[in-house]
Structure formats: C-alpha cells, structure tokens
C-alpha cells in the first residue's frame, strides 16, 4: 500500500465498513479475542527511522489488535545500515523474518523502492507505506477521509464538500495524499491557502488538474478559506526538510486558528489537523465541538488496523462475526 491513488471509491466504502465493525467488536472482550486470534502466526515489522508518534503506535496497536508480534527499527544508526549494509539488503533482510512491513522514512519514494525490489524476491511480503519523505502519507489519507466520512455522515456525506487546507503545502505529505483521496468523491473543492512560497508544487498542481472530480483554489487569504470550509485541516510548518528546499520559514502566526477565529468558521465544520501540532492550532479550540482531531488520531487505529484485515484477506471473517 504504497500511494492514495492505489484507493478507489469502491475500496475505501469497503474498508470503512470494516473499520465500524472493528471498532464495534472490540467493545467486549469476547470480541477482542477473536480478533486476536486472526494474525495469531503472523508477524510484522514497523521500520520507522523517521520520528513519529501516532502513525507508529496506531499500527502498532493495530498489529496487535489482530494478535500479530511486531518488530521495531527506530533508528538507522541501531542496525546493520550503521555498519555500511545497504537500505535494500536491510529490508530484503526484514523479509525473511516477517510477513509485512510497514515504513516511514524521510527519503521520497523509498517504500515504493522497496516493494519493487521484494516482488523480484522469493517472498514479496506486503509493504505499507508510513510516510515517505515529503512525497504521500496515504494511511493518514485513509484516516483523514474516514474521519470526514464519518462526520459528514448526518449531513450529506462527504460528496459536495469543501476542504480547506492550510500550513506548508509544498512539503506536507498528509495534503497531498488527502488530495488525491479525495479525487473518488464527487465535486470536492479543496481551498489551498499559504503563503505563495509554500503553496503545492508545480508537478503537484498539474497532477490534481488531471483528476476529474477536484476543483481546486490557491489563495493566501485565509480568513476567506475558513469562512467557506466544510473542513479545515490545519498543518504545521514542515521545517525539517529545509535542507531539502532551502525555504526557511513562513509568519505562521497569519495562518494559524485562534480561538477568536472560530467565529468565521461554519457552526457544522469539522476541524482536523493530522498532527503534531504547534501555534497554529490553538489549544483553547480543543473544547469546541468541531474540534476532531482526536477522534481523527483515534480512528488512525481502527483504519490501520481494517487495512491490514483487508492485506491479510479476513474481510469475510470479520464481517461475519456475531457477537
Ligand atoms: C504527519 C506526518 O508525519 O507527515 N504526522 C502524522 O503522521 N500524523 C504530519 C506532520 O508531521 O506534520
């Protein structure tokens, strides 16, 4: 699973499906057990040698949610790649021992490399990809639209809506990936605001004027951006890749959410951020019922977890259960 694009509206109705009924077996647990006992034989290697929090303990949790043992490298300087072994022998190397691999790493495209090379291996273990440099974050898309859908579940569903999205999007992996996802919903609009020097990259931009079914906005002006959301997913300024673009930094003050903002925003959106978060989400907002970001991080467990339910063929199992 290695971009957003790889999801079809039909895929995504189907893992979402999947996730609601994840959660709903987990409530008890007779219904924990089960699940539990599915990938009881199975094991999983989390390469994470980039920082993470959520993305990692999500699946994490979502491995052992269905009984798998998991594996860890946080750090490249804690394994062989130290002692001069190449990325690919390291991950032919996990291959062995595994039977899924998940990564995150900040070099672009290293999962999609990855894969390639293990399908000309005698065990081309699935790969997901858990943020590739400053290229896709397709398994926060998941969540992300997941979120969305369930919000907009009593008014309208997600068809229709416009999001808004704001921070650095010239390095932010999570818009871009949000993007794309959203082109299997119909007459989206999404309002893209940052300063100009931050806006989404030129091969990103002639990319989403292909898509038929997104009609997009680039603007600086976010007060007009907010005032017009159904949601707004805020992002923080992506400064570890400065060396990569020599950008240095933004007023991220002009493009933050304050409290006193909220006035502008509609009284049925739906705030989001994929976090971390810094300044430009205001903490006092946390109480406001459109804040959703927690529950956004909290279903990046239940789709992570359907997700590998769907890698492992156990849809039928699951959606048969009877509790
Ligand atoms: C995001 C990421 O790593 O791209 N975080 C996450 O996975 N939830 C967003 C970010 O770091 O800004």
Not at 152 to 172: A, P, Q, Y
Not at 192 to 197: A, D, L, R, V
Request: aromatic share 10%; hydrophobic share 40%; charged share 25%.
């Amino acid at each position: 699973m290695i971009e957003a694009s790889q999801f079809q509206r039909a895929h995504l109705d189907k893992l979402f499906l999947l996730a609601n009924k994840i959660r709903f077996i987990c409530k008890n647990k007779e219904g924990s057990l089960f699940l539990s006992s599915l990938l009881a034989h199975r094991n999983a290697m989390l390469y994470f040698t980039q920082p993470s929090t959520r993305t990692f303990l999500s699946f994490q949790t979502a491995c052992h949610l269905l009984g798998m043992r998991t594996s860890e490298i946080r750090s490249s300087e804690l394994s062989s790649e130290k002692k001069g072994e190449s990325l690919f022998d390291s991950i032919r190397t996990f291959s062995s021992y595994v039977d899924l691999i998940v990564m995150r790493s900040p070099v672009a495209n290293l999962s999609k490399n990855a894969a390639k090379l293990l399908d000309n291996t005698p065990r081309p273990v699935p790969i997901i990809n858990g943020g590739s440099g400053p290229d896709e974050h397709p398994t926060q898309a998941l969540l992300d639209v997941y979120t969305l859908q369930r919000c907009f579940e009593l008014n309208g569903g997600l068809d229709g809506k416009t999001i808004c999205m704001v921070g650095d999007l010239k390095r932010g992996r999570t818009i871009r990936s949000l993007a794309l996802m959203l082109a299997s919903f119909r007459d989206i609009t999404i309002f893209f605001i940052s300063p100009k020097e931050f806006g989404i990259t030129d091969e990103f931009r002639r990319l989403l004027m292909s898509k038929e079914n997104i009609n997009f906005i680039e603007s600086e002006d976010f007060v007009a951006g907010i005032k017009c959301a159904d949601a707004i997913y805020m992002t923080r300024l992506q400064d570890e890749y400065d060396d990569l673009f020599h950008l240095g930094s933004y007023d991220t003050e002009r493009y933050s959410l304050k409290y006193d903002d909220l006035k502008y925003v509609k009284n049925n959106a739906v705030i989001l951020h994929p976090m971390p978060r810094r300044s430009e989400l205001d903490v006092a907002i946390d109480s406001d019922s459109r804040a959703q970001y927690w529950r956004q991080e909290r279903n990046g467990m239940w789709i992570r977890t359907a997700l590998i339910a769907t890698i492992f063929h156990l849809e039928k199992d699951i959606l048969g259960y009877n509790s």
